[in-house]
């Protein structure tokens, strides 16, 4: 069995982006307190849902990400290069729809005013790096087989291959909304997305609930078969999950 990466000392990079997912963690939640304070919708492109969402998603998945790439068999200053870029574009993203949220305007694909479309033109380029920053991340993954107690093998590539659906799902919200609104169809662009925001949201976190499941279970004094069949059988569940709301939103789009 291999020695799980995450019981060495914490590198200067991990710190860091430690720190900035709980400060992104923390922001996420004072949205939620001010939505509690001031009200408005939760629904719909403007509101505070969005700070909030966000600003959780982002801290999580930057926290996953730098604990669960430690497990990777990958250069070490290659990682730390790629969790800083993540990390700092995690912060854009957040800021961003924070920002606009405060504004009381929408973050994406507003092309209102030459600042909203900066804006979000910015969102939109930040998306794409994330998308070039965990595809490398997931290469990783599959080339080489990652450490860790048993079943996190597994669960890691199993992590990235539905993370791999929820950048895809929102690289195409993305698309067909910047597409509706260049055209002049702005409400249209806004409600395009809706369809697969919970393909979006489903297959985003796996990567960090299924390494979780594996690392929990290595604490355990189960045999060895029966935490990779706990894991396998995780591995289902939340591919059954993406499958079924990946149907939902191809009947709906």
Not at 83 to 95: N, P, S, T, Y
Not at 135 to 140: D, K, Q
């Amino acid at each position: 069995m291999d020695t799980p990466a995450h019981r060495a000392p914490l590198t200067g990079t991990e710190r860091v982006c430690h720190t900035v997912a709980v400060v992104l963690v923390t922001s996420g939640l004072f949205h939620l307190i001010v939505f509690a304070v001031d009200g408005g919708p939760w629904d719909g492109p403007v509101s505070w849902r969005k700070p909030f969402t966000f600003g959780v998603s982002f801290g999580l998945t930057l926290m996953a990400l730098t604990w669960v790439t430690s497990y990777l068999r990958t250069g070490a200053r290659p990682r730390s290069v790629l969790l800083m870029v993540f990390a700092a574009d995690c912060v854009l993203e957040v800021g961003g729809i924070t920002l606009q949220a405060w504004r009381k305007v929408p973050s994406h694909l507003d092309m209102e005013t030459p600042f909203d479309s900066a804006v979000s033109m910015s969102l939109s380029v930040g998306g794409g790096v994330l998308v070039v920053l965990l595809t490398s991340f997931a290469v990783s993954a599959f080339r080489n087989r990652p450490g860790g107690p048993v079943g996190m093998p597994s669960a890691i590539r199993a992590g990235f291959a539905l993370l791999l659906v929820a950048l895809a799902s929102g690289a195409a919200m993305i698309a067909r909304g910047v597409v509706l609104a260049r055209t002049g169809h702005q409400e249209a662009a806004y409600r395009s997305t809706a369809p697969l925001k919970p393909l979006h949201g489903v297959s985003l976190h796996a990567v960090l609930v299924l390494p979780l499941l594996a690392w929990s279970l290595s604490h355990t004094s189960w045999s060895d078969r029966t935490k990779g069949r706990v894991v396998l059988a995780a591995v289902g569940c939340c591919t059954a999950a993406v499958v079924a709301t990946g149907l939902r939103a191809a009947l709906t789009y």
